[in-house]
């Protein structure tokens, strides 16, 4: 058994979404003789161990810029190489380890089990901890520190474009007129009071907040999207991209991406794509795929993933 958290064996604790649908789609590209993966988003490690169970001889290397995370996925792994950075420094990671490119890479986006049920971590809106969010504990500023430095109309922005919140100007000037908001509970109760129940709407009332709090916080739409580029000139011909996407604003970056990797650069009218203008990848999933209802039910945090998949094409060189 691995590590502990919180007195439980992490492989109790931590479920990992949609883990056979990726066991089946980076198997093909993992089962080449002296394989490479990289997991761009550790975490505790679920996906990987799953895949080292499949291909035992498989060569991982596992980013993550939570060193906590970082500390748990290396020992219930007992193999590999881990690096404590964000992910679109993924060219430089394996530049480091000597090669440049690998036959299967997998993206899980946003929180990671260690995260959520830990309270000191400031991430859930159900108990209550410092207001802290940041995914790495290296960074200075907090979502505390956030929330005192923008102005009201900003966050309103925020709370809207990352969160989806209807009532997001209401819950700016509350959180504003309240001053310094310490906690997660604080916030919670400035959230609750500013919008009266009738027009709070489905699921808990400080859930868009707290997402849209934690997006801008840890800079997770920028950092994907520079990301993604290096993910795919990162794969060999044949390799395999996997993303597990939970925000609508992650999967409209990956579509969009994919669809771009998936398409011919050549101009419009021309009888024929030269070689050296077609597509450099092909899609392997159609749209973006979701957890199954029994997945669901045994793991709701299942219930909001979008799941895409591409493969590099043997075509040109590998730049």
């Known amino acids: 058994m691995g590590k502990q958290m919180n007195d439980k064996p992490v492989e109790l604790i931590h479920q990992p979404v949609m883990l056979e649908r990726v066991r089946e789609l980076l198997g093909p590209a993992l089962s080449r003789p002296q394989a490479t993966y990289l997991d761009c988003t550790l975490g505790l490690g679920g996906h990987a161990a799953a895949l080292l169970e499949d291909h035992p001889g498989l060569r991982v290397i596992g980013i993550d810029r939570d060193r906590a995370a970082l500390e748990l996925a290396a020992a219930r792994l007992g193999t590999g190489e881990f690096r404590n950075t964000t992910y679109d420094h993924l060219d430089e990671v394996l530049e480091s380890a000597g090669i440049t490119h690998v036959d299967g890479i997998l993206m ?7 995260q959520i049920d830990d ?18 504990r290296d960074e200075p500023l907090t979502a505390a520190d956030l929330l005192g430095e923008v102005s009201a109309p900003t966050l309103a922005k925020m709370l809207r474009s990352l969160g989806g919140e209807v009532n997001a100007a209401r819950i700016a000037q509350a959180i504003k007129a309240a001053g310094p908001v310490a906690t997660t509970g604080e916030l919670v109760s400035v959230i609750d009071g500013a919008v009266p129940p009738h027009l709070r709407g489905n699921g808990h009332g400080a859930k868009r907040t707290f997402q849209a709090l934690r997006i801008q916080l840890n800079r997770e739409l920028l950092l994907l999207e520079q990301a993604l580029p290096k993910a795919l000139s990162a794969l060999v011909p044949g390799g395999r991209l996997v993303v597990l996407a939970f925000h609508s604003g992650e999967d409209r970056l990956v579509k969009a991406a994919f669809a771009k990797a998936a398409s011919d650069r050549a101009p419009a009218g021309l009888p024929q794509v030269p070689p050296e203008l077609e597509a450099t990848h092909e899609l392997l999933t159609r749209g973006a795929e979701k957890a199954g209802a029994k997945e669901i039910k045994a793991n709701p945090r299942a219930a909001s993933v979008r799941l895409r998949a591409i493969q590099r094409r043997a075509v040109g060189k590998v730049a």
């Not at 899980?108 to 260690?114: I, Y």
């Open 108 to 114: 899980d986006l946003g929180l990671s089990s260690l």
């Open 119 to 136: 309270p000191g971590r400031g991430f859930s809106y159900l108990a209550d901890g410092p207001l802290d969010m940041r995914m790495s």
